[in-house]
């Protein structure tokens, strides 16, 4: 048996380190849609609570909602800091926090202060709003109108 000793295509050296980098990509897409899931999950969930503390003008629970948020927004700035994207979820987290927090200020405040930190609380909540739209279609979650924030705001 004769062997063949000829010239190897070059082709297939470049095909394993752009495997590689291919499994690594979607690996990681894959883990950022699992937490962008999760984090989709968490602000749905706080957003009832937040409007729910709107109505009962419950200032505690609100200010105990934005500090809850903001582990979510932490993990975010670390990831930014990291190199890595933060997410429309990120963003969502962010604008309710602050809803929340300027909400639960402008409850215990009195006179113009309170009309303003509402005022205020309200633009955050729209941009909420806005925010959980892009992560609805970031999650691959279906579309929600999201404005139990604004309406409880307003109803004040």
């Known amino acids: 048996m004769q062997g063949r000793f000829?010239?190897?295509?070059?082709?297939?050296?470049?095909?394993?380190?752009?495997?590689i980098s291919l499994i690594l990509t979607t690996g990681a897409m894959a883990q950022d849609r699992g937490?962008?899931?999760?984090?989709?999950?968490?602000?749905?969930?706080?957003?009832?609570?937040?409007?729910?503390?709107?109505?009962?003008?419950?200032?505690?629970?609100?200010?105990?909602?934005?500090?809850?948020l903001g582990k979510i927004i932490e993990t975010a700035l670390q990831?930014?800091?990291?190199?890595?994207?933060?997410?429309?979820?990120?963003?969502?987290?962010?604008?309710?926090?602050?809803?929340?927090?300027t909400s639960a200020d402008g409850l215990i405040s009195r006179g113009e202060a309170r009309k303003l930190l509402m005022q205020d609380s309200i633009s955050?909540?729209?941009?909420?709003?806005k925010d959980m739209q892009a992560c609805d279609r970031?999650?691959?979650?279906?579309?929600?109108?999201?404005t139990s924030v604004v309406k409880a705001l307003r109803a004040l």
């Open 138 to 146: 970031q999650a691959s979650r279906a579309a929600g109108s999201h």
């Open 79 to 101: 990831r930014r800091e990291n190199g890595g994207e933060v997410s429309s979820c990120d963003m969502a987290a962010h604008s309710l926090a602050f809803a929340a927090v």
């Open 124 to 129: 955050a909540a729209s941009d909420f709003q």
């Open 35 to 68: 937490q962008v899931s999760a984090v989709h999950r968490q602000v749905s969930a706080a957003e009832a609570r937040v409007a729910k503390a709107i109505s009962a003008k419950d200032s505690n629970s609100l200010s105990r909602l934005g500090n809850e």
């Open 6 to 19: 000829g010239r190897r295509s070059t082709c297939w050296l470049a095909l394993g380190p752009a495997a």
